[in-house]
């Protein structure tokens, strides 16, 4: 029982750190690297990082 309770909590974490570092990737890619926004991707609005923080949507 203590094992599972302890697997639940490191797969918890884990999740908990990768849904901080997924919006951070973007502003490195292209701030860091000087990657540009892939012009076939239209769900996220197709803006670069830096747009996005100049302008955030409004919601």
């Known amino acids: 029982m203590q094992t599972v309770i302890l697997l639940g909590l490191v797969s918890l974490l884990t999740d908990i750190s990768s849904e901080m570092v ?5 502003l490195y ?6 990657a540009t926004g ?8 197709g ?6 923080l100049r ?3 409004i919601t």
Request: proline content about 18%.
């Open 47 to 52: 803006r670069s990082a830096r747009a996005f």
């Open 29 to 34: 890619l292209t701030t860091s690297l000087g």
């Open 22 to 26: 997924y919006p951070l990737l973007s």
């Open 38 to 45: 892939c012009p076939h991707r239209r769900s996220l609005p």
């Open 55 to 57: 302008n955030p949507p």
